[in-house]
């Protein structure tokens, strides 16, 4: 099974700054990562699919990057409602296995 | 529109069964393979299994092997995962998820406890 270990756990930001979030993977899953966010009571929604691409109707304020063992996701501006939890998901290898996740708080 | 509606969950004893459904809608359901995930309260996502659009295939996670069964109904638009031995470990909302996992339904919640 791959492992993905998110990092940070927790990352505090005021409005405005720019976010980076990091996802490492056991072994290599190509470009076949996705993220994505969670807001409490609600199920997740998908930003970022095979690593960089955006998915239908997310802001291009995210950005996903990497490949092999190594991603990230980056939001450029953050705003008010960016802040969530973020979860990385390899759909490389059976099991598809999501991440820990990183909790984006307010500063 | 497009949407997956969960229902089926409760509170069971362990040891007992439970079976989840998932209604679909607004898309071509025997088009797409589908998912099961499960979220712990406080906890991450949990992969939980998948099934072919058409199912010929699936897969499990390593917690759940030989005691959960994905299937579906196409001429219902259903998925279905039926729980068996559950334990407290298995606590938790589940949600059904389109292939690409870019559509969720909002989840429905299963607890074991005596």
């Known amino acids: 099974e791959i492992v993905l270990t998110q990092s940070p756990a927790t990352l505090s930001l005021s409005p405005g700054e720019r976010a980076t979030l990091s996802c490492r993977a056991s072994?290599?899953?190509?470009?076949?990562l996705a993220w994505y966010q969670q807001k409490p009571g609600q199920a997740p929604r998908l930003l970022i699919n095979?690593?960089?691409n955006r998915a239908t109707g997310i802001p291009a304020r995210f950005s996903g990057s990497g490949s092999g063992t190594d991603f990230t996701l980056t939001i450029s501006s953050l705003e008010p409602e960016d802040f969530a939890v973020y979860y990385c998901q390899q759909r490389s290898n059976w099991p598809n296995t999501f991440g820990q996740g990183t909790k984006l708080e307010i500063k | 529109q497009v949407q997956l509606v969960e229902s089926g969950g409760g509170v069971v004893q362990p040891g007992r069964s439970l079976r989840l459904s998932c209604a679909a809608s607004?898309?071509?359901?025997?088009?797409?393979?589908m998912h099961w995930v499960r979220q712990a309260p406080g906890k991450g996502l949990e992969w939980v299994a998948v099934?072919?659009?058409?199912?010929?295939?699936?897969y499990y996670a390593d917690s759940v092997k030989g005691r959960f069964t994905i299937s579906r109904d196409n001429s219902k638009n259903t998925l279905y995962l039926q729980m068996t031995s559950l334990r407290a470990e298995d606590t938790a909302v589940y949600y059904c998820?389109?292939?690409?996992?870019?559509?969720w339904g909002q989840g429905t919640m299963v607890t074991v406890s005596s």
């Open positions: 099934i072919w659009y058409d199912g010929s295939n699936n």
């Open positions: 072994q290599s899953v190509s470009s076949y």
């Open positions: 095979d690593a960089s």
């Open positions: 607004g898309f071509t359901f025997s088009s797409y393979g």
């Open positions: 998820a389109r292939w690409a996992f870019d559509i």
